[in-house]
């Protein structure tokens, strides 16, 4: 191979320019990516917060006006897109990034640049969405884009085509990570370590991954009809053409299903890694937890028409979805009861990561409850569309997911960053956002029941909602606080230079029996497994406890080169869509040339880049 | 501290937490809520409600049961870094069989009642005796059609107490939703199929109800009311709103100049209107609200004829007695009626109906002639 | 250029590549499942003509269809030469595979515009705009799969495909198969079922 300062580098198993702007944009490093994602996340996480205390701040009266219709309308359907695809699903990848190769003994992904390429892809796409307010031009149409309120006709602004070209992308950066994890899970284990001995957060990865792969082109084609219709002039969901409105509900739901199990399993991995650490006993049931998965990801798809019982389906299609959503319940139930059985008989350590643990299992009870009352269609038909609903998803999304990415934030942050969270700071952030959280939705259990509909940008006086509105507007505000109340705990422990020990928790898996932060190639050596808690194994084999682990040279040890093609990349798939949505300015099959050659050029040059080692 | 009482302590504490929420949350259950699904009085809103009273109960069960279990556990077995490791426990089969046949146990029982009550929904009644009613949904108001008696109206629909209603839905233009909570729950509305509902009102009352698909920027100011009235009551309705077919055919207008625009009327002959710049004379103060109806353009959206269906705006036929305005929610008093229709984009911004340069005068005629329809 | 180049121990025994040009391509699977259960839905719901029957031309479409089967036959032959380091076997066979993809689309091409011509656009009914967008799609995938194809033979000629780098040539090879099966499903759900 050509010689050259990296590769010289490359043999050190260092390379240069570890800092800066240049390292971060060329990095291939799973971990530091996780980071790219993580970090990225959350600040979407935080506008997505803003959009809703808005929300929550216009609702909190009736006969509001603190913001206009138009504008509460886009604050809506921006919070929901933002949390799910924006938030929920890259801090997962933050902890898919950062956490996979280290559970499995892997040095990286299958395809680092696949990866690089996977998050710049993702950053371009919340950054052309959320570029849409500059223009005023915010989507406006719901989260879910019904047809035909969505077609040219009846959202002539841009709004809608920020909406489905934003998806587009996003949806190309996950297929790619899709496959890129799908890979490295099957394919790059340590030795010894069987299918049915992974870590369980491996587990629900790998499974959200193949829920990712069969579920995103299905969305993609819906998108792609609802684009051509809107910017060619197509009637595939027009009705005066012959286009069918339910058609774009089938096609959506297909994928939006499946897509709130993407929001789940990862968060579902998270906890059955938590809880057997801090009850000091293995997880209860290890091959139902990966059997209830794997069925909760396959009867996933057939449950889609349960958010169209409003449609008037017929009685078997209702019957058939009522009853395929009950049968979804029992697994789920298998899994917490699993779960409960891992604390039982456990010596519980009630540190921050098991309160937010705990907390998921209470809050999602809770939203599995409310699900089962959906399931059964003629109960859902006073239910859909109202707060009631609006109570469920969040118990699920937030109490569940957020909940268990905000326990695996506390867990795994002093193995990411090489030091420790305040514990103190910890509980008082679980305590406000638990009170924040149940005081914000669960009333809208109850001001649904009792007739407030969803997505309305006001309330008149007389139906009663005021009082319980107002309620759930101060709880979002100590929800929100309680998110600031993390920040400065971040900031303050990132400050005191307080050293994380590799394995402050006593921790099962691979990834505490390296150093906090771990080197750039994780294992000095790839170890061999031998059970589904290695690490616990291997202490226990050396009396209980092993040295703290040192921190190597790691020469001789070959990593992937940085490269910027990945970016350009990315660069090159944001301008194709960008000329698309502007296919008619005046240069506008200029512009789409363009694009398209920025984009053969990269994928070209990375193709042919010289391999290392 | 000794170990019991501060367990003890943290119980306290998560108790008094407990009570506050529930506290708080319950004080707000003193309010009415006049949209409730809670009060059924229609046969399909008790038929859905009774399905809804099973799962909660058994969702209630299991709530306690499992969020009981949860804090026993958390409090059991709260440890210390120093205690000696647990029983290494992996699973118990038997236990765990048990916990899957026992919810799919549950399901089972609820599975029952829904599928038997889903095919219920779908059984429209049929006969002589049963009111046909056909519901339009527009952006942002509900039409209503009597297709037996052959009447229009908008926003608010009556209904004959004790007598089955059967409803057939279509949408002029995007998906709505028709959702009456205490009659009939809700059904979505497409563009192209009809869906359809029943009902049968059990008591006398006026029941709210509220759009319940998002339509666009209006969707959350798109109610309507279900006026239930004895069977006699109804009959009065009925006649009176069929009786707006004979009015008289209002006054031709003047002379026509060389800007007369024909605008052909439900009620008669083709009559000519001036541009509006003559309405703002010192005349025009004058000026019946039947003539001002025809200048200022609302003859061309709004029928005052019930017995002709025109759907571009709303039939105001009978707009002098109901409930509320602007798809219901404005009161209707004289003062909201007047605000409506001089300035409809300040009231409801992005509806259909322009502003049209109607003055304070101008207004309060109008809103007489309405009062007397 | 992944990380385990030069140690392909893989857990499963199957290169990372290959593997994922598999679960790309099960992914496009959905894609193309997706778009084909458009074209039956709105089969036989066009308001208004050109209908199928009227303007299909069977023999053409038959012909291109024969020509993508065999290009599946050469470029197998062809990943046979490469992998045996039978260089005029190699690039013999997959010059055939390129023309095939070359006539399938020239074909594809005489094809839309002799719809266009008869009247047929995608606005103008349900059958236009979801016929066109299947094979649309479908006719793209060939086209970046005969770009590929035409790169690897480019490196084949400048020796850059020896037999220890075929596994590049076998992920376009069975990308190529995926786009021809894919054919398999539309041609007679498209072309032979009746309307």
Known sequence: MATSVLDHAGAAGIHPEKTGLWAWITTVDHKKIGILYGASAFIFFLIGGLEALLIRWQLMKPDNNFVSPEFYNQLFTMHGTTMIFLAVMPLSAMFFNFFIPLLIGARDVAFPRLNAFSYWVFLFGGLFLNSSFLFSAAPNGGWFGYANLSSKQYSPGLNMDFWAIGLQILGIASLAAGVNFFVTILNMRAPGMKLIRMPMFVWMSFITQLLVLLSFPVITVALILLMFDRLFGTNFFVPLGGGDTMLWQHLFWVFGHPEVYILILPAFGIISEILPVFSRKPLFGYTAMVFSGCFIAFLGFGVWSHHMFSTGMGPIADSVFSLATMLIAIPTGVKIFNWMGTVWGGSIQLKTPMYFALGFIAMFIMGGLSGVMHSTAPADLQQTDTYFVVAHFHYVLFGGSIFALTAGAYYWWPKMFGHMLDEGLGKLHFWLMLIGFNLTFFPMHIVGLEGMPRRVYTYPAGLGFESLNRLETYGALILGFSFLVFIFNVIRSTRSKVHAPADPWNGATLEWSIPSPPQEFNFPVIPTVHGRDPFWDEKRAQGGKVPEPARVSGAGIHLPNPSYWPFLAAVGVLLLFIALMHHEAKFGPVYIFAAVSVLFFSIFNWVFEPAEG | ?373 | MDAHALHPETSTGIPNRKLAIWTFIGSECLFFASLISVYLVYKGKSLVGPYPSEIFEIPLVTAGTALLLFSSLFVVLALNGCEQGNRKKFLGWLAMTILCGFFFIGMQVYEFTHFFHEGLTMQKNLFGASFFTLTGFHGTHVTIGVIWLISIFIEGVRGHVPPAKALNFEMAALYWHFVDVVWIVIFPVVYLMNS
């Not at chain 2, 367990?7 to 306290?12: I, L, N, P, T, V």
């Not at chain 2, 809670?38 to 809804?52: E, N, Q």
């Not at chain 2, 199929?193 to 009902?199: E, G, I």
């Not at chain 2, 200022?296 to 305005?325: D, F």
Request: aromatic share 10%.
């Open chain 2, 1 to 373: 501290m000794d170990h019991r009482f501060k367990r003890w302590r943290s119980f306290a504490g998560a108790l008094l937490l407990l009570t506050l929420f529930v506290v708080a949350v319950g004080s707000a259950q003193s309010v009415q809520y006049p949209q409730s699904t809670l009060h059924p009085r229609g046969d399909f809103a008790l038929m859905v409600d009774k399905l809804f009273r099973t799962t909660l109960l058994w969702a209630t069960i299991v709530f306690l049961l499992t969020e009981g279990a949860l804090l026993f556990v958390i409090f059991k077995f709260r440890g210390k870094p120093d205690d000696p490791e647990p029983k290494q426990v992996h699973g118990n089969t038997m236990v765990e069989v048990i916990w899957t046949a026992i919810p799919a146990l549950v399901l089972a029982m609820i599975a029952v009642p829904t599928v038997r009550t889903i095919f219920r929904t779908y059984e429209v009644p049929k006969g002589a005796d049963v009111l046909q009613v056909e519901v339009i949904g527009h952006q942002w108001w509900w039409e209503f059609r009597y297709p037996q008696l052959g009447l229009t109206t908008a926003n608010e629909l009556h209904v004959p107490v004790g007598r089955t209603v059967a409803v057939k839905m279509v949408t002029q233009d995007v998906l709505h939703s028709w959702w009456i909570p205490q009659l009939a729950a809700k059904r979505d509305v497409f563009p192209n199929r009809s869906t359809t509902l029943w009902f049968k009102a059990e008591e006398p009352g006026d029941y709210p109800g509220q759009c319940a698909e998002f339509c666009g920027i209006q969707h959350g100011r798109m109610a309507f009311q279900v006026i239930a009235q004895s069977p006699e009551e109804f009959d009065v309705y009925v006649g009176r709103m069929q009786a707006t077919a004979v009015r008289p055919a209002a006054p031709a207008a003047p002379a026509a100049d060389s800007t007369a625009v024909a605008k052909p009327t439900a009620a008669g002959p083709a009559l000519t209107t001036t541009t509006l710049a003559a309405t703002t004379t010192a005349e025009a103060d004058t000026m019946p609200g039947s003539q001002l109806f025809m200048m200022k353009g609302c003859i061309g959206c709004h029928s005052l004829n019930a017995t002709v269906p025109m759907g571009i705006g709303p039939n105001l036929a009978g707009i002098g007695r109901r409930l509320y305005i602007a798809a219901g929610w404005l009161e209707n008093t004289d003062a909201n009626l007047a605000k409506w229709i001089q300035h409809p984009q300040t009231v409801k911004h992005g509806v259909l109906m322009p502003d049209l340069g109607v003055t304070d005068a101008e207004a309060q005629s109008l809103v007489a002639y309405l009062r007397q329809h």
